[in-house]
């Protein structure tokens, strides 16, 4: 059973469960768990909501899809669990983040210590049956995380949304740019990193504009880096 929203969004989010589509999404999912292997574990569905707070939130980092394969979906966008080799998009993610900021690539694929520093690693659709990419799209996910979108959008203290991709870019019509920093570029998957991925400087871009936001700067290091 899908766990309840929670509480550092519960506010932002309610009139969410109260539309039409929020049961038929959750009846939905519960019946492909009854047949089917569903990606990520019931109990890490909210892992990005839980972990970074509406009011903690500095940086948006929006993913499509979660990992479809055993063992990789935990909750986070682009994230693995402790132990997991990284994916291929977020080993270009780390090939990027060294360039960019000379950062030590990191041995381990686990995103946690950015959400903890206020980046929400969220995925437009939050389940998936395992091995059968996209194959929960369309079912309503999209328009409960486009309201976690609108719910930071409309929030006076200004936020950096992450938009990789063809399909994140698209979100951007859900945001003011004069209120909030927006940085799109390709998706750093094999097929589009060398298509404006690599070279675009992200990490960079988001630490000067949450100084420009009178924020701190994220250190992006993760544990375990290696030269």
Do not use: C, M
């Given at each position: 059973m899908t766990p309840p929203i929670p509480p550092?969004?519960?506010?932002?989010?309610?009139?969410?469960?109260?539309?039409?589509?929020?049961?038929?999404l959750l009846a939905f999912v519960a019946a492909e768990r009854a047949a089917h292997t569903v990606f990520p574990p019931d109990d890490e569905v909210f892992s990005a909501l839980a972990l970074t707070?509406?009011?903690?939130?500095?940086?948006?980092l929006l993913g499509q899809d979660p990992y479809h394969a055993d063992g990789q979906a935990h909750g986070l966008a682009f994230s693995v669990p402790p132990g997991v080799a990284p994916p291929p998009s977020l080993r270009n993610i780390f090939k990027e983040l060294h360039s960019d900021l000379g950062l030590p690539l990191?041995?381990?694929?686990?995103?946690?210590?950015w959400a903890a520093q206020g980046v929400l690693l969220l995925n437009a659709v939050l389940t998936v049956r395992a091995h059968h990419a996209?194959?929960?799209?369309?079912?309503?996910?999209?328009?409960?995380?486009?309201?976690?979108?609108?719910?930071?959008?409309?929030?006076?203290?200004?936020?950096?949304?992450?938009?990789?991709?063809?399909?994140?870019?698209?979100?951007?019509?859900?945001?003011?740019?004069?209120?909030?920093?927006?940085?799109?570029s390709a998706h750093p998957s094999p097929l589009s990193a060398h298509q404006g991925f690599f070279g675009s400087h992200p990490f960079s871009q988001i630490n000067a504009a949450l100084i420009a936001h009178?924020?701190?700067?994220?250190?992006?290091?993760?544990?375990?880096?290696?030269a």
């Open positions: 550092g969004w519960r506010d932002q989010l309610a009139a969410e469960t109260r539309q039409a589509y929020w049961p038929k707070a509406y009011a903690d939130t500095k940086v948006l990191p041995r381990t694929g686990y995103l946690a210590p996209n194959s929960h799209h369309g079912r309503g996910w999209e328009q409960f995380t486009d309201a976690v979108l609108r719910a930071l959008a409309a929030r006076a203290q200004p936020v950096v949304f992450v938009l990789w991709g063809a399909y994140a870019r698209r979100k951007a019509a859900l945001l003011d740019p004069a209120r909030h920093t927006v940085i799109a009178g924020e701190a700067a994220l250190d992006w290091r993760l544990p375990g880096g290696e």
